[in-house]
């Protein structure tokens, strides 16, 4: 099983369109977990945290299920500017931030 | 406000050759980190550097690898005796506080072409 696994994609939505991706984690001691995005040929950004509680931030929401060792992001109304690559990323290093492995990415297009 | 700067942004070398890879972090941050993304695979860890220190390198590969961030200048990933295993995108990150907290920032990458 992989680190980090990711829907394959790629998504191709319309404009105001609500998608979601998925992630599973084969590390259960991996302790924090992020989505990064990433555009064609760029550097990956970090989109948000992903908390246990669940957390929102505008039209994003991520979600924690530890006992699946599952991470969700939720993109509603999407945009012509979400169009990239969604990046899962866990970070297996115990208290440092720097140990992440990232998935190979979901590439999503939205279109108008 | 410049960020991260890697250079080259591509490089293709003969195996047997070797790679240097440089890498200025954002202006301020004095902790770099390099990954490596093979084809077809996601970003992984390989180093952590302080100004003159390595933190932790313990996803670098144990041969031909090594890295370093001096005083002065930018942090250098160099591999020695490419092989074509080589070839990957290698990203170089830095932040302003240490490797316990804090966001990382992300260089373009440098692609390197092992023929």
């Known amino acids: 099983r992989k680190e980090v696994e990711q829907d394959p994609g790629p998504f191709n939505v319309p404009e105001g369109a609500t998608v979601a991706f998925n992630c599973t984690y084969s590390n259960s001691a991996s302790q924090s977990f992020f989505w990064y995005r990433q555009d064609c040929r760029k550097e990956p950004k970090l989109l948000m945290s992903v908390y246990s509680s669940g957390n929102e931030d505008g039209r994003f929401t991520a979600q924690l299920n530890r006992a699946s060792q599952y991470i969700s992001l939720l993109i509603r109304d999407s945009k012509l500017s979400d169009s990239a690559t969604y990046l899962c990323v866990v970070n297996t290093g115990g208290g440092s931030n720097y140990k992440l492995t990232f998935g190979k990415g979901t590439l999503l297009t939205v279109n108008p | 406000n410049a960020g991260v700067m890697q250079n080259p942004r591509h490089l293709v070398r003969r195996r047997g050759q070797e790679a240097r890879l440089r890498c200025s972090p954002v202006k301020g941050h004095s902790h770099v980190y390099w990954y490596r993304q093979l084809p077809e695979e996601g970003l992984k860890f390989m180093v952590y550097?302080?100004?003159?220190?390595?933190?932790?390198e313990s996803g670098m590969p144990k041969e031909r690898f090594s890295a370093e961030f001096p005083k002065e200048g930018p942090s250098i990933l160099r591999i020695q005796q490419v092989v074509r295993g080589d070839s990957a995108a290698y990203f170089c990150?830095?932040?302003?506080?240490?490797?316990?907290?804090?966001?990382?920032?992300f260089g373009e990458g440098s692609r390197l072409t092992v023929l």
């Open positions: 990150a830095s932040s302003r506080t240490g490797g316990y907290t804090g966001e990382l920032f």
């Open positions: 550097l302080q100004k003159e220190n390595i933190i932790d």
